[in-house]
């Protein structure tokens, strides 16, 4: 009996090596074709009164989405007034209009489940809104007001400029946003509109009548781009709509204020600002491109391969998956009608901080130093790409993308032409660019931590410039 359950054991285990090694035969996958990416192009048209608008009839569901660009933002605000765009952005609904007070806009958007929102954003102000098809007369009648004939209510005024003030109050408790948020003052300087931050004293200094101002002078209808797309009969249809609804809103010349140049020095600078707190925040700040720059695409893969690309890339590789000195790194970058920058980002310990900070450095330079695998380069671009196309889930985003694009001053087939673009970009490509990019050497290193639990000192790295926390 026991040699028999030897035998079956024996029997067994034999089976179990053998289904295990067919598992582990790598299967014969048929090879894929490249990505076609055909998105819809809509219909682009002129209203009467200049208006640009996107167009694209998506009957799937019973909703209309229309989204208005507006070329203005946080940049456009006045050193004495900074949160000017923002607080007109988000008192254009909850401020009332000509037609509809404040408590009115509420009921009638809540009673049929609608939205209208409105934000203001760096270089860009969106009002939006979302509605059943059958409630798009009198939803779209409060957006047409909302866009036009804002009043900016005294008690909504006051409301949102306390809320703004609480917000300032409150802006350093959370010291990871503290550090980025410092980290772009400091490499922008404080007195450039890149670098600005919103102050008590500016907050305060606004008034309804700047409101009213900057409402006048920047939402014109030759100063946006309508994204349209939804349940509607026709085109013919929805545009009849939009030219009756627009038809006295007039054309105007947007006054722009002059924006200085960009001026970084070519050196490294690291500043810290001294707190008890658990974590260590690390911020590396580098001079990156102007925008339309067609080096974009192959520092999107550099930047890819050396932060950005979640768990494969290689600080998360190299910090976080190897070493265990931080959960949350990363990098990114940002175009600017100047010079925008190249970012990286890490939380971890103050006992390890400075093999985090060595790590990023050195990452940095090593993707200037030689070509990146092929493994990397094809893991990035189909990244990429994918990422790119998922984008746009639905006619709507296409529609609000076309129209981002145009008012950013892309070219007409940017959008149409990415993948292909991204798809040609080779490994030479990525170290070129890397090698005429990347910057450590005269990066912005901004740190804020418990210097007395740091394992070195930071000025090891550098000369430091001690900050107070303000």
Same mark, same amino acid.
């Given at each position: 009996?026991?040699?028999?359950?030897? $035998?079956?054991?024996?029997?067994?285990?034999?089976?179990?090596?053998? &289904?295990?090694?067919?598992?582990?035969?790598?299967?014969?996958?048929?090879?894929?074709?490249?990505?076609?990416?055909?998105?819809?192009?809509?219909?682009?048209?002129?209203?009467k009164n200049g208006m640009i608008v996107y167009i694209l009839r998506d009957n799937t569901l019973p909703i209309i989405n229309i989204s208005a660009k507006i070329k203005t933002g946080k940049f456009y605000d006045t050193k004495d007034k900074i949160g000017l765009a923002e607080l007109t952005a988000d008192l254009l609904k909850d401020g009332g209009t000509l037609k509809?007070?404040?408590?009115?806009?509420? #009921? /009638?958007?809540?009673?049929?489940?609608?939205?209208?929102?409105? +934000?203001? @954003?760096?270089?860009?102000?969106?009002?939006?809104?979302?509605?059943?098809? *059958?409630?798009?007369?009198?939803?779209?009648?409060?957006?047409?007001?909302?866009?036009?004939?804002?009043?900016?209510?005294?008690?909504?005024?006051?409301?949102?400029?306390?809320?703004?003030?609480?917000?300032?109050?409150?802006?350093?408790?959370?010291?990871?946003?503290?550090?980025?948020?410092?980290?772009?003052?400091?490499?922008?300087?404080?007195?450039?509109?890149?670098?600005?931050?919103?102050?008590?004293?500016?907050?305060? &200094?606004?008034? *309804?009548?700047?409101?009213?101002?900057?409402?006048?002078?920047?939402? #014109?209808?030759?100063?946006?781009?309508?994204?349209?797309?939804?349940?509607?009969?026709?085109?013919?249809?929805?545009?009849?709509?939009?030219n009756d609804a627009f038809s006295s809103w007039k054309q105007g010349k947007v006054n722009f204020p002059k924006i200085p140049a960009v001026k970084i020095k070519k050196e490294k600078h690291i500043y810290f600002i001294e707190k008890d707190i658990a974590q260590t925040y690390i911020v590396l700040v580098q001079k990156g491109i102007k925008r339309h720059d067609p080096?974009?695409?192959? =520092?999107?893969? &550099?930047?890819?391969? =050396?932060?950005?690309?979640?768990?494969?890339?290689?600080?998360?590789?190299?910090?976080?998956?190897?070493?265990?000195?931080? @959960?949350?790194?990363?990098?990114?970058?940002? *175009?600017?009608?100047?010079?925008?920058?190249?970012?990286?980002?890490?939380?971890? #310990?103050?006992?390890?901080?400075?093999?985090?900070?060595?790590?990023?450095?050195?990452?940095?330079?090593?993707?200037?130093?030689?070509?990146?695998?092929?493994?990397? =380069?094809?893991?990035?671009?189909?990244?990429?790409?994918?990422?790119?196309?998922? +984008?746009?889930?639905?006619?709507?985003?296409?529609?609000?993308?076309? &129209?981002?694009?145009?008012?950013?001053?892309?070219?007409?087939?940017?959008?149409?032409? @990415?993948?292909?673009?991204?798809?040609?970009?080779?490994?030479?490509?990525?170290?070129?660019?890397? #090698? $005429?990019?990347?910057?450590?050497?005269?990066?912005?290193?901004?740190?804020?931590?418990?210097?007395?639990?740091?394992?070195?000192?930071?000025?090891?790295?550098?000369?430091?410039? /001690?900050? *107070?926390?303000?």
């Amino acid at each position: 009996m026991k040699e028999h359950i030897l $035998k079956t054991l024996i029997l067994g285990s034999s089976l179990l090596v053998f &289904a295990s090694s067919l598992h582990a035969v790598k299967p014969r996958l048929p090879k894929s074709k490249p990505l076609d990416f055909s998105p819809p192009q809509g219909a682009r048209h002129i209203l009467k009164n200049g208006m640009i608008v996107y167009i694209l009839r998506d009957n799937t569901l019973p909703i209309i989405n229309i989204s208005a660009k507006i070329k203005t933002g946080k940049f456009y605000d006045t050193k004495d007034k900074i949160g000017l765009a923002e607080l007109t952005a988000d008192l254009l609904k909850d401020g009332g209009t000509l037609k509809y007070k404040p408590e009115e806009i509420d #009921k /009638i958007l809540e009673f049929s489940g609608a939205s209208i929102n409105s +934000r203001a @954003y760096s270089e860009e102000s969106e009002v939006s809104m979302r509605c059943l098809s *059958k409630d798009f007369k009198k939803v779209f009648d409060i957006y047409n007001d909302v866009l036009i004939n804002p009043t900016f209510n005294n008690d909504k005024v006051k409301l949102f400029k306390d809320d703004m003030l609480e917000g300032i109050r409150r802006r350093n408790d959370k010291p990871n946003s503290q550090a980025t948020r410092e980290a772009m003052r400091m490499f922008y300087g404080k007195n450039h509109p890149y670098g600005w931050r919103t102050e008590p004293g500016t907050i305060k &200094a606004i008034n *309804k009548s700047d409101l009213k101002n900057f409402h006048s002078n920047f939402y #014109k209808p030759n100063n946006m781009i309508l994204a349209v797309s939804g349940d509607f009969k026709s085109e013919k249809e929805i545009l009849e709509k939009l030219n009756d609804a627009f038809s006295s809103w007039k054309q105007g010349k947007v006054n722009f204020p002059k924006i200085p140049a960009v001026k970084i020095k070519k050196e490294k600078h690291i500043y810290f600002i001294e707190k008890d707190i658990a974590q260590t925040y690390i911020v590396l700040v580098q001079k990156g491109i102007k925008r339309h720059d067609p080096i974009e695409f192959p =520092l999107n893969v &550099a930047n890819h391969i =050396l932060g950005g690309g979640s768990f494969s890339s290689r600080l998360t590789t190299e910090i976080r998956t190897k070493r265990g000195l931080a @959960y949350a790194v990363y990098s990114y970058f940002a *175009k600017r009608p100047d010079y925008g920058f190249v970012f990286a980002y890490c939380g971890t #310990k103050p006992e390890t901080y400075s093999q985090a900070l060595e790590q990023m450095l050195k990452q940095f330079q090593l993707m200037k130093e030689k070509n990146v695998s092929v493994q990397e =380069l094809n893991i990035a671009k189909s990244s990429i790409i994918n990422s790119f196309v998922f +984008r746009f889930p639905t006619p709507f985003s296409l529609m609000e993308e076309r &129209a981002s694009y145009e008012l950013y001053g892309y070219p007409k087939d940017y959008l149409d032409n @990415y993948t292909k673009e991204m798809a040609k970009i080779t490994r030479d490509d990525v170290l070129k660019t890397s #090698k $005429k990019i990347l910057d450590p050497d005269n990066a912005l290193i901004f740190v804020i931590g418990n210097s007395k639990k740091f394992d070195k000192p930071l000025s090891t790295f550098g000369k430091v410039t /001690i900050l *107070k926390e303000d």
